[in-house]
């Protein structure tokens, strides 16, 4: 996966974490876009939890349009004195329509890797043993 994309979930979720004005000014954008609906609360990463990407793929992809909105608002207003290098790297991920592509090809991938993990952990899985070889 690319480091790029890590740091686009990751981080568009520490920039709501961090503000609380941020997340206001997402909430009314997102709720203007929706017709007064209320955005997803994006999922934290946590390195040793490799299975909430499922998750937090599913809310950065129902919401691109809004978070690339977003950033592009919040960071095309500053000027180009200001220090803001993780929303300027943000708002270009947003734009890289790439990353887009990224997320929708991975999406069906930890969707299955998902239901795979449940049936392992599952108090009566069967254990099947293959012998084509």
Known sequence: ???DLEFL????????ALSAKRRIEFEQLYS??????MPLKLVQLVKTRWLAWDRAI?????????????????????????KCTI??????????????LYLLFLKPITAEIIKLNSALQAASA????????
């Open 126 to 133: 069967e254990v099947r043993i293959l012998t084509n070889y």
């Open 58 to 82: 599913q809310v950065q992809v129902k919401q691109w349009l809004e978070l690339k909105s977003h950033f592009n608002l919040q960071v095309g207003s500053l000027k180009p004195s200001d």
């Open 9 to 16: 979930v990751r981080e568009s979720r520490n920039w709501f």
């Open 32 to 37: 203007a876009i929706n017709n007064g609906a």
């Open 1 to 3: 996966m690319p480091a």
């Open 87 to 100: 929303g300027r790297k943000l708002r270009d991920l947003y734009y890289d329509e790439s990353n887009l």
